[in-house]
Nanobody, 123 residues
Framework: QVQLVESGGGLVQAGGSLRLSCVASGRSFSDYSMAWFRQAPGKEREFVAFISWSAASTYYVDSVKGRFTISRDNAKNTVYLQMNSLKPEDTAVYYC????????????????WGQGTQVTVSS
């Protein structure tokens, strides 16, 4: 059994920053990839970023490149998403996810999900 808990969301003005955290519990996460997805009201769940176990591989959706940074602390079973220069279109519920093996862009490939944390960016 795996549980993921996100934190760090909130309300921020455009141009501001937030740092999201996701802590995994219940098992070891050696060789697991972690990712962030987001979902705005009325829209499909969207891939945001992923990171491999070694952190050698990272990838971002084009809309957040240069603004968001994904990182992880394997000793703490935690993945982070540093979000800078936030825009109103970043407003969404942000979810972290974990899968065994290499990273993937598809939400369907991730069996474990957090409960989500709301990020609201005002203009």
């Amino acid at each position: 059994q795996v549980q993921l808990v996100e934190s760090g969301g909130g309300l921020v003005q455009a141009g501001g920053s937030l740092r999201l955290s996701c802590v995994a519990s219940g098992r070891s996460f050696s060789d697991y990839s972690m990712a962030w997805f987001r979902q705005a009201p009325g829209k499909e769940r969207e891939f945001v970023a992923f990171i491999s176990w070694s952190a050698a591989s990272t990838y971002y959706v084009d809309s957040v490149k240069g603004r968001f940074t994904i990182s992880r602390d394997n000793a703490k079973n935690t993945v982070y998403l540093q979000m800078n220069s936030l825009k109103p279109e970043d407003t969404a519920v942000y979810y972290c996810a974990v899968r065994l093996g290499g990273p993937d862009y598809s939400a369907g490939e991730y069996p474990y999900w957090g409960q989500g944390t709301q990020v609201t960016v005002s203009s």
